[in-house]
């Protein structure tokens, strides 16, 4: 079973930018669809971008032309980067794997706040 690891979390302000990062344990060109969802207090889990094997790329209307996905394959990684941000955006951020079955990663908390 694949593991995931999220990093680059944390505080920024209103308007700034995070970049989101997900190393697999496996070699991601093995796993069809990977992605972010998220999860704000109160409020139910949210897909917020995917990308599959292929290279191909969605996102949630709410985070269109701010957040890019993108891969590294060499690294086994997947990446969000996260721009313009806003207070909403506020949330815990899950990496996950969809190679059959579906995995998480533990989360990372991303704080949008002056």
């Known amino acids: 079973q694949v593991q995931l690891v999220e990093s680059g979390g944390g505080l920024v302000q209103p308007g700034g930018s995070l970049r989101l990062s997900c190393a697999s344990s496996?070699?991601?060109?093995?796993?069809?669809?990977m992605g972010w969802y998220r999860q704000a207090p109160g409020k139910q889990r949210e897909l917020v971008a995917t990308?599959?094997?292929?290279?191909?790329?969605d996102y949630a209307d709410s985070v269109k032309g701010r957040f890019t996905i993108s891969r590294d394959n060499a690294k086994n990684t997947i990446d969000l980067q996260m721009n313009s941000l806003k207070p909403e955006d506020t949330a815990v951020y899950y990496c996950?794997?969809?190679?059959?079955?579906?995995?998480w990663g533990q989360g990372t908390q991303v704080t949008v706040s002056s």
């Open positions: 996950f794997a969809d190679g059959g079955l579906l995995t």
């Open positions: 496996r070699n991601i060109l093995s796993i069809y669809r």
């Open positions: 990308i599959t094997s292929g290279g191909k790329s």
